[in-house]
């Protein structure tokens, strides 16, 4: 699918700096198929999105140090190639040539990374839910339609934020059902159909689907290899201006970065400066693994808090059959929302409400067990890789609940379209962003338990071979053709 950038034109040293010692990516020694290997990288890993604007070539050619008959050849290059579409009088823009249909996947899949979730920690969900039974006896003499959320979930919910040194009252939440129902409310409240919506590169495919399905237009800003680029992010506001914005600050999916303390200062100051209301995702936020996240990102903005709408989910931290999540939010905006949601339904499950505000109460005993486990399986997960499939790298982040592995070739798709042959579901890259890009990108959870994230990687390296033609030899790790 291919969005419309509308005037979104590239910042030429912003370009120069993604670019790195582009000089070393041909080992040709022509200096044009260098600069045009490495642009094409770009926009392969959605780090130059789709659709938007190139540099002139003149002034690329300034900022690079070259000729311009080098920028010339290079963008000529792509454009052959399928990776730049060019008009009269106009720059070029970034594209992506059609790919190849893939075959059908014949079957259902005997083993699935489709999801980053664990399973529940059952005694204690039983027992809350048990106590939840007899808490609920006081709302059976009501309708039991909670658009806002029953008070005692709402309230341990703020005190959860307030804790992390966000102050927030129970007025300040609305409950739920799930984190995905809270962004549609929210894009159905605040946008409308057409409308730009700014989203990290790569990101959650929940987001990108639910502003699909409200008609709006995902527009990329790519994350680099240590996180945010807020230069970039800064550039995109100002050209586009986004209705709405869309955020993973904590334990990013997939990639597993966190935003530090001064990034997000400087992202506060972003959001309040342009007045771009903002959409934070914490689902994952309880999953860190190894520093404790900073303070929540709306506790970054010097001033306009109410720009941002902060939402959670109990399905990561406890349990995704709960199917609660929330709203955090000055009264006003969630009045808004309120609005709205009446038509959409009315309201979130009353017992599954009071058993999550058990859990909540809970937390301390139970999130650092659950920690503990993602850590183990991580590990293991990092060892099987480490031995089955030494070429792929896994990224630096090492939050959540997965890895976002780099592939030694652009081959996403094909590799899970063999894996879901071999019956393993594998979603791949361009799932996690706009455009068809990330075709090197794999997201690999680990969150199944051992012996099936062993199945699962034997598989994965049985459908990297047929798509390459390339084995590991099992005794040296040494690769065999």
């Known amino acids: ?90 720059r070029s823009t970034a594209a992506l040539p059609p790919r190849p249909a893939l075959p059908a996947d014949p079957g259902a899949p005997t083993v699935s990374l489709a999801a980053a979730a664990l399973s529940a920690p059952s005694a204690a969900v039983r027992e809350a839910f048990a106590d939840a039974a007899r808490d609920v006896t006081p709302y059976l003499a009501e309708v039991g339609h909670e658009l806002s959320g029953v008070c005692a979930l709402r309230t341990a919910v703020a005190e959860r934020y307030t804790a992390r040194g966000l102050p927030t009252d129970p007025t300040q939440i609305m409950i739920t059902t799930g984190a995905q129902h809270a962004i549609g409310l929210i894009l159905a409240a605040f946008t409308q159909p057409g409308d730009r919506v700014l989203v990290e590169q790569p990101t959650y495919h929940g987001a990108l689907a639910a502003i699909s399905a409200a008609g709006s237009r995902a527009v ?59 959409l934070v995702d914490e689902s994952i936020m309880d999953m860190w693994l190894d520093d404790a996240p900073p303070e929540p990102l709306a506790a970054a903005l010097p001033n306009r808090r109410e720009l ?113 042959r071999l019956g393993l579901d594998l979603p791949a890259g361009p799932r996690f962003g706009v455009d068809g890009t990330l075709e090197r990108f794999i997201r690999v959870p680990y969150a199944l338990p051992e012996t099936q994230l062993e199945e699962a990687v034997e598989l994965m390296a049985r459908a990297w071979r047929s798509i390459t033609g390339v084995a590991v030899a099992p005794d040296t790790h040494a690769v065999v053709v």
């Open 1 to 90: 699918m291919s969005i419309d950038m509308g005037s979104r034109a590239l910042d030429v040293d912003l370009l120069a700096r993604e670019l790195g010692n582009w000089r070393t990516s041909s080992s040709t020694g022509a200096a044009y198929l260098g600069l045009a290997d490495a642009v094409r990288l770009l926009i392969v890993d959605g780090r130059i999105p789709v659709g938007s604007r190139l540099p002139s070539e003149r002034a690329l050619a300034d900022v690079l140090r070259v000729s311009r008959t080098t920028v010339t050849a290079a963008f000529a290059a792509l454009r052959e190639d399928g990776y730049l579409n060019a008009r009269r009088g106009a």
């Open 220 to 278: 990329p800003v790519a994350l680099n290899e240590s996180g945010w680029e807020l230069d970039a992010v800064h550039a995109a506001i100002r050209q586009l201006a986004p209705v709405l914005a869309y955020f993973i600050p904590d334990s990013h999916n997939p990639t597993g970065f966190t935003m530090p303390t001064d990034q997000r200062n400087r992202l506060g100051h972003i959001i309040s400066e342009t007045r771009t209301r903002t």
């Open 308 to 420: 941002v709408l902060t939402i959670g989910s109990m399905s990561k931290s406890f349990w995704g059959g709960l199917r609660i999540g929330w709203i955090r939010a000055e009264p006003a905006t969630l009045a808004t929302i309120a609005s709205i949601r009446a038509s959409v339904d009315l309201g979130t499950p009353i017992l599954e409400q009071l058993t999550a505000a058990r859990l909540l109460d809970q937390r301390e005993e139970i999130l650092p067990e659950r920690r503990a486990l993602l850590r183990s399986r991580r590990e293991h997960l990092l060892d099987l890789l480490a031995r089955e499939l030494p070429d792929w790298r896994p990224g630096p982040g090492r939050g959540g609940m997965s890895l976002w592995i780099q592939l030694p070739a652009p081959m996403s798709t094909a590799l899970s379209a063999s894996a879901s």
